[in-house]
């Protein structure tokens, strides 16, 4: 709270081909596609506030089924269309494209089992992405599903 960011991805610890190294990389729908990166990288030139917000415990077992979910889908393309449905409605996720928030979203929602998202009810947010709806990157923040952000640039 008391943030309004305009962008979330997912940060996921992968090795390298070499299998010794363990690196910070980062998916997001962003530059056009779904991509992952090395999160050095996509953050050395960047000019703002990053913000990490870590998973509750009740989610903790279910993080690389999170990020190979997101995995899936690197390549396909960018959801523009989605933006501006925005301005006059709240869409619904639609696998064709994605846009930031919805392939966040679409990674906790293919992953984690109903019955436990469900655990988190009443909250309206959580109501929204059980029914297949679009959050932007500031409700998506306010999901139960975080324990803390840390302010990390």
Known sequence: KGINPNHVATVFVDTLEDKLALRN????AYDGEVNARLLSRRLSDFDGKV???QLVPELD???DDITDSIKEH???RYGYGTLIKF???RPSVDPRD???????QHGIVNAVPRSVIESFL??????LVLDGKILKP????????????AEIL
Do not use: M, N
């Open 122 to 127: 009443p909250d309206p947010f959580v109501k």
């Open 74 to 76: 690197i390549g396909e």
């Open 98 to 104: 994605w846009i930031c928030s919805e392939i966040s």
């Open 87 to 89: 301005a006059i409605t």
């Open 25 to 28: 990389q980062i998916i997001e």
């Open 51 to 53: 913000y990490w917000h």
């Open 138 to 149: 500031s409700e998506e923040i306010q999901l139960p599903f975080w324990t803390f952000k």
């Open 61 to 63: 077992k279910y993080r």
